[in-house]
């Protein structure tokens, strides 16, 4: 009965997946036909501007590469960002002296107002760039690619479209003057990162790993409802939320894992989270465990220098884990598989300290049919239910101790 309601749910996704990609298509001809009554537009030579929209996680696997689009082949041009409000405080406190100015885009008013973005498209129109890069690997035709049209350069470049709808990437990639190919399909992201900046700008970070080089700063916007003061010793942070349930481990294996956790270590867990829904999730935990909730109660900042400092990070397939990849912290990823290849398949990548967890269904597949394309409609909710607290526990010692 499982295994048929399990099938039902993704039989139901990917019939809404379908039907969402031809009504995508039909809105991004109303935004063409919208951005064609824009004013004529006037190019500046050496004027660029770097379109980055998507989220946090993705930025902190691309952070690495920003300065280097001011190098080799692009020096001398003057740089604008193009980059989601979401992560500006990150920006801000550790790349804001890479680029010499940004435009911020809060995605949800983009998406929800028409005016928003007729006044955004206006400024891209104004701006006179004469070239645009486009570099993220999968690319939203409303979104990256109506702002590139928006701007109007002469050139355009960007990476090949790697959605998993062929129709949006046929349409995407037909808008850029010149494609971006790197080598390898299934490379990680902060990997492919390195390879388009390569290619495109000529220079690459030289780093193996994604990597905050910055000295965070200091807990000055600690609030005091969060905590008696920040924490000046050893803590474990927990990550308990993400941004779709399929990605979200259960409470009840939240819990068991902080009790078999705090029977083992006695230093300090910190509950993290921005949403309502993980708030009352960390709430939850903490009457039951006694470990401490700090969610919805810090900036982005706050969060990276607890992470910086930390023992360890358990969380979610979210930008958690990249935070502590880019501090080299002791990491715990409870994934489901979803676009593994991409942003969670960290050893795999040859980036250490960071070892992932993956549900039974999605191993007892890869192990039958190797590497393969796993998207959002593969997945279901209960899938993460069966990872247990006693193999967390476990693949924490072992990173821990050096164990691979």
Not at 254 to 262: D, Q, R
């Amino acid at each position: 009965m499982a295994s048929l309601i399990r099938e039902l749910s993704l039989l139901k996704r990917r019939w809404k997946d379908r039907r969402d990609a031809s009504r995508v298509i039909e809105r991004f001809d109303e935004a063409r036909v919208q951005i064609a009554s824009l004013p004529e537009p006037k190019p500046t030579p050496r004027r660029l501007l770097l379109i980055r929209l998507d989220d946090i996680g993705d930025y902190l696997l691309f952070r690495n590469q920003l300065s280097m689009y001011s190098a080799a082949r692009w020096a001398g041009h003057t740089i604008t960002l193009l980059g989601n409000l979401s992560w500006r405080p990150l920006f801000e406190t550790y790349d804001a002296n890479t680029v010499p100015q940004a435009i911020w885009v809060n995605k949800s008013q983009y998406l929800e107002s028409p005016a928003y973005r007729a006044e955004l498209w206006m400024r891209l129109r104004e701006g006179g760039f004469d070239t645009v890069i486009a570099p993220s690997r999968t690319r939203p035709l409303l979104l990256d690619d109506a702002c590139m049209l928006a701007a109007a350069p002469r050139h355009a470049i960007g990476a090949r479209n790697e959605h998993v709808h062929p129709s949006w990437s046929r349409a995407s990639d037909a808008l850029y003057q010149e494609h971006i190919e790197v080598s390898r399909a299934r490379l990680h992201e902060f990997h492919f990162n390195a390879e388009f900046a390569h290619r495109c700008a000529g220079a690459s970070f030289g780093g193996s790993r994604p990597m905050i080089e910055a000295v965070a700063p200091p807990f000055a916007a600690w609030p005091p409802e969060a905590a008696a003061s920040p924490p000046d010793g050893p803590h474990m942070v927990c990550f308990i939320g993400a941004n779709t349930r399929s990605k979200r481990w259960p409470l009840h294996r939240w819990i068991a894992f902080i009790k078999l956790y705090a029977g083992h270590y006695s230093h300090r867990i910190l509950l993290a989270g921005q949403s309502q829904t993980e708030v009352r999730m960390a709430q939850s935990i903490e009457r039951a465990t006694g470990a401490q909730s700090i969610a919805g109660r810090l900036g982005l900042p706050e969060l990276s220098r607890l992470v910086a400092g930390a023992e360890a990070v358990v969380t979610n397939d979210t930008m958690a884990a990249h935070l502590g990849a880019s501090f080299n912290r002791p990491t715990i990823i409870i994934a489901n598989g979803v676009n593994y290849f991409r942003f969670t398949d960290y050893e795999r990548a040859g980036i250490a300290n960071v070892s992932t967890l993956y549900p039974e269904a999605f191993e007892r597949r890869r192990l039958k049919e190797g590497d393969f394309p796993y998207g959002w409609s593969d997945a279901v909710s209960a899938d993460l239910a069966s990872i247990t607290p006693a193999r967390v526990l476990a693949a924490l010692q072992r990173l821990r101790q050096g164990v691979s």
